[in-house]
């Protein structure tokens, strides 16, 4: 069977229930693609509801975005409110800042309600990587407080600089409800508690084919699955599957960096609060501690879907750039993955036809976003469509470019690597 990437999330991931292949023709009442945070969180909500419900994962459960990403539990969306408010009015973007509460509500009270030993913590740093972007931290608290959302601090750079081991920002935007997990190890709780629910999981069971109709069918190379509906979660690895949704998101790698556990003090000079942190250029790094002190540094992102032969020296440079007092720590662990974004950064919530319905291009926030669009899928499936509709009411464009539009968006991100250096 196909493993985890190499990564400090599979060597520390907590023993996971292997998985069979499919191996027959079978009807169930809802048929999942994919084992990620999206397809276990609306498969574990069908289930609990009382659906008969089958996930199948070309791979293993988590091995995508979902078992490899930074962990950062994110507010909001990749756009402002103010953005959002532009694009569906007051009365919608209130709906979408209700949606992300649950969706960092949501993670909260499933760690609690399974027992999920993921390492979860509250606390998260925006970083001003120049000086005038201190003003986007004020405006976001502001914008924030507006919803209802207070549990913020602006602080200075030399405030900062008691909370973060370097002089590289400038200031920050701190708040007390975001923060960090071991993702794999939330997704395989999720699993856990799906299968205990009543799910089927089944691994390494590709869906090669879905043909839509009153009922559905979802070909795999050994077994068909005829489900009164279908959930498509198979976010940047969906592929051309569903080709009126392939164009509407762009798989993006980004890296990790993970150095060997740190001693407490050298930890807590790093990340005094073991807060996340992400600055705020417009390519970011993000960064946090793992439960073992290790320092896991994510960032440059890639674009043009090629990774670096090297990826130890591929990330280093920038880790050090951050924290040079790193320079001897060994490096145990270096991984890439990719995630999908969407032309405008929202998240791609939708349905197809009367029965097909799909989530995904989270954008950098799937984490949380993820999850609650799961649930949210589970509910519409009920009957219950009040916030999907909301949030499937974005018009998401393709990206422009067909068959070029990779080289067309690794020359749109130059322009945003500029930027972040010229601004």
Request: glycine share 10%; hydrophobic share 40%.
């Amino acid at each position: 069977m196909s493993d985890h990437t190499s990564s400090y999330y599979a060597a520390s991931a907590a023993p996971g229930d292997p998985h069979p292949r499919l191996s027959a023709d079978i009807v169930t009442d809802v048929c999942v693609i994919g084992g990620g945070f999206t397809g276990l969180s609306a498969a574990l909500h069908l289930a609990e509801a009382g659906f008969e419900v089958t996930l199948i994962e070309a791979e293993r459960i988590a091995w995508g975005a979902s078992g490899r990403n930074g962990g950062q539990i994110c507010t909001a969306y990749n756009r402002s409110m103010a953005e959002i408010e532009s694009l569906v009015g007051p009365e919608a973007a209130r709906v979408f800042w209700d949606i992300d509460k649950m969706a960092k509500d949501l993670i909260r009270e499933r760690v609690k309600r399974h027992s999920i030993s993921c390492d979860l913590h509250w606390g998260y740093l925006h970083a001003a990587a120049k000086p005038g972007h201190m003003n986007g931290m004020t405006e976001t608290a502001d914008e924030w407080a507006r919803y209802g959302y207070a549990e913020t601090e602006i602080l200075d750079k030399s405030q900062l600089e008691q909370r973060l081991g370097t002089h590289a920002y400038h200031g920050a935007l701190w708040e007390r409800n975001a923060g960090h997990l071991h993702p794999l190890n939330y997704a395989l709780g999720l699993a856990r508690a799906a299968s205990k629910a009543g799910v089927k999981l089944y691994e390494e069971t590709r869906a090669t084919r879905i043909d839509e109709g009153t009922s559905c069918t979802v070909t795999t190379a050994s077994g068909t699955i005829t489900a009164r509906y279908i959930v498509a979660a198979g976010n940047a690895y969906l592929g051309n599957l569903l080709p009126h949704l392939h164009h509407r998101v762009m798989p993006v790698k980004s890296f990790i960096l993970a150095t060997e556990p740190l001693d407490d003090t050298t930890a807590r000079n790093l990340i005094r609060d073991k807060d996340a942190v992400a600055d705020s250029n417009n390519i970011c790094d993000y960064f946090r501690l793992s439960a073992d002190q290790r320092m896991l540094f994510g960032g440059r992102a890639n674009y043009s879907g090629l990774e670096p032969n090297d990826l130890f020296s591929y990330m280093r440079p920038r880790m050090l750039r951050i924290f040079p007092q790193l320079a001897n720590a060994r490096l145990d662990y270096c991984w890439g993955g990719t995630m999908a974004i969407t032309l405008d950064r929202m998240p791609h919530v939708g349905k197809v036809g009367k029965n097909l319905f799909f989530a995904h291009g989270y954008s950098g926030h799937g984490v949380a976003l993820s999850g609650v669009a799961g649930e949210l899928i589970a509910d519409a499936v009920q009957g219950t469509a009040e916030q999907f509709d909301v949030m499937s009411r974005i018009q998401h464009q393709a990206f422009p470019g067909g068959p070029v539009r990779m080289p067309m968006l690794a020359l749109g991100m130059l322009y945003y690597r500029l930027k972040d250096v010229l601004s």
